[in-house]
C-alpha cells in the first residue's frame, strides 16, 4: 500500500515570509496528490491538487510541485499571513482511487 | 444540505458499549469515505465505498469495525465492544469520480468520539 511522508510536522515563520512542506510517497502508480488545510477544530478543506501528468501548479499565493522520479511533492506558500497558520496534510492516491495522507505540518505565521 | 453531514458531532461512552456514527454524503457523490484522525495526526484510512459495495475496506482495523452504504448514500459506521483506544474524530468523505480519476474529496465536520 501508499506510504506518505511529510515535513516538517512543525514550522513557525514569520509573516510575509515563505513556507515550503515536503512530501515523499512510496507507490509509482500514484496519480493524484491534493493538499488540505485543516484549522483547529475544522473538516479538512482542499487547497490545491496536483496529477501526475504536470509538474506544478499554482493557485494565487500557493503553488505544488511534483517530482515523479523522485516521487516527492511540495507545496509553496509565498507572502504568508497569519490566517495561513493551520495543519497542512498532504496525500496521494493510487489507482484505486484511496488517498493516504501525511502526519500534518503545523504552520505557524507569527505576525 | 449542500455539505456532507455526519452526526453526532460528539459521542461520550463507556468502554465496552455498541456506537453508531452516521454520514450523509454530498447529493449525487458516489464515493464514500470513512477515516479516523487522532489528535496530531493525519487522516487514517478505514473504508471506501464506490456506490453500495464497499470497494476497499482494508484500513478497518479488526472486525469490531464495520460499515454500511445500503443505498448508496447515507453511511453508518459501526463499532462493537468499544474501547479506549477507539478514541478519536471519525471523518467521513464524499467525492465525485469521474471514470478512474479520484476527484476532490469533501469532508464533513467529524464526530468526536470519546471511550471511557
Known amino acids: 500500500g501508499e506510504n506518505v511522508e511529510q515535513h516538517p510536522s512543525t514550522l513557525s515563520v514569520q509573516e510575509g515570509d515563505s513556507a515550503v512542506i515536503k512530501c515523499t510517497y512510496s507507490d509509482s502508480a500514484s496519480n493524484y496528490f491534493p493538499w488540505y488545510k485543516q484549522e483547529l477544530g475544522k473538516r479538512p478543506q482542499l487547497i490545491i491538487d496536483?496529477?501526475?501528468?504536470?509538474g506544478e501548479k499554482k493557485d494565487q499565493r500557493i503553488a505544488v510541485t511534483l517530482n515523479k522520479t523522485a516521487k516527492h511533492f511540495s507545496l509553496h506558500i509565498t507572502e504568508t499571513q497569519p490566517e495561513d497558520s493551520a495543519v497542512y496534510f498532504c496525500?496521494?492516491?493510487?489507482?484505486?482511487?484511496?488517498?493516504?495522507f501525511g502526519g500534518g505540518t503545523r504552520l505557524m505565521v507569527k505576525p | 444540505g449542500a455539505g456532507v453531514s455526519q452526526t453526532p458531532s460528539n459521542k461520550v461512552t463507556e468502554k465496552g458499549k455498541y456506537v453508531e456514527l452516521r454520514c450523509d454524503p454530498i447529493s449525487g457523490h458516489t464515493a464514500l469515505y470513512w477515516y479516523r484522525q487522532s489528535l496530531g495526526q493525519g487522516p487514517e484510512f478505514l473504508i471506501y465505498f464506490q456506490g453500495t459495495g464497499a470497494a476497499d475496506d482494508s484500513g478497518l482495523p479488526n472486525d469490531r469495525f464495520f460499515a454500511v452504504r445500503p443505498e448508496g448514500s447515507v453511511s453508518t459506521l459501526k463499532i462493537q465492544r468499544t474501547e479506549r483506544g477507539d478514541s478519536a474524530v471519525y471523518l467521513c468523505?464524499?467525492?465525485?469520480?469521474?471514470?478512474?480519476?479520484?476527484?476532490?474529496?469533501?469532508f464533513g465536520e467529524g464526530s468526536r468520539l470519546t471511550v471511557l
Open positions: 496525500a496521494a492516491t493510487d489507482a484505486g482511487n484511496m488517498l493516504t
Open positions: 496536483i496529477r501526475s501528468n504536470v
Open positions: 468523505a464524499s467525492s465525485l469520480l469521474a471514470g478512474t480519476l479520484t476527484g476532490e474529496l469533501f
